[in-house]
């Protein structure tokens, strides 16, 4: 993030939620925001979660951790608890839980593969969405950012791209339903985006020669239907989910903003 993105506080005094939070985008929101005076609830299944915190922390926030499974519901309704009970009201969800777990075309998918790729990238976000609606009701107010995907038209991921439709179809319907109690509902359909290593990885075991072919066709794909030839950075992400969170965008409810260089998904 720049100098001037730092310098700002839009978010002093607001409790986030960031699923998702150990790595990648999740990280990247999370630490943005604690620039930007936000208290902090993060939420991830990895360990590494505490390593986030802790820089969230160095750089002033208050942050509590809740490490949970949010492709169960249980999950998801024991984070929007634990935000309650430390802060005690919730302005902003950013549901960043998701990603491809296999690359490969549709009919090499086994029935459990397809299972868990919609467990992986619908379900969280569902669930938290339907955890943290009666608190937003009650207190007549929130944003909740979904970061979808423009995989919803790409190749090699099928089960992943009816997840992210999934998501996009429950930001425009959601948003819809509650305008009138004062919430906004959005997402980022993020493109190609540079990251470390994840520590944690989705498929933890090695690619086939098979597997690197087709996963590099997702690659080849993605850098082919954006306009600008290239994948995009995490900050680049995080500066679009971060305003769709704040009040910058307070006519703004029901929209996917894909953030992939030109590609509309």
């Not at 339903?177 to 498929?203: Q, S």
């Not at 989910?241 to 703004?252: H, R």
């Amino acid at each position: 993030m720049n100098d001037h993105a730092n310098a700002r506080a839009r978010f002093k005094d607001k409790v986030v939620v960031v699923t998702g939070a150990a790595q990648g985008i999740g990280r990247g929101v999370a630490l943005a925001a604690a620039r930007e005076g936000a208290q902090l609830v993060l939420a991830d299944r990895a360990p590494i979660l505490e390593e986030v915190g802790a820089e969230a922390q160095a750089l002033g926030a208050l942050v509590t951790l809740a490490q949970v499974d949010l492709e169960t519901y249980a999950g998801a309704t024991a984070l929007v608890e634990t935000a309650l009970r430390e802060f005690g009201r919730i302005d902003v969800l950013v549901n960043n839980v998701g990603g491809t777990i296999w690359a490969k075309p549709y009919q090499e998918y086994a029935e459990e593969e397809i299972e868990a790729e919609i467990r992986r990238s619908l379900f969280p976000t569902l669930w938290c969405c339907r955890a943290v609606l009666p608190s937003m009701i009650a207190q007549r107010g929130g944003a909740i950012v979904n970061v979808s995907s423009v995989a919803t038209r790409g190749i090699h991921r099928i089960p992943y791209s009816a997840a992210k439709g999934g998501v996009n179809a429950l930001t425009a319907s959601l948003a819809f339903e509650h305008a009138g109690d004062g919430i906004r509902v959005n997402a980022v359909a993020t493109g190609g985006t540079e990251a470390p290593p994840r520590v944690v990885p989705r498929n933890p075991k090695p690619l086939s020669a098979q597997e690197q072919v087709w996963y590099q066709g997702i690659v080849d794909q993605t850098v082919s239907s954006s306009l600008m030839g290239r994948y995009g950075s995490i900050d680049e992400q995080v500066a679009a989910i971060l305003f769709l969170a704040s009040s910058e965008a307070s006519y703004i409810t029901g929209s996917v903003l894909p953030v992939a260089g030109g590609d509309q998904g």
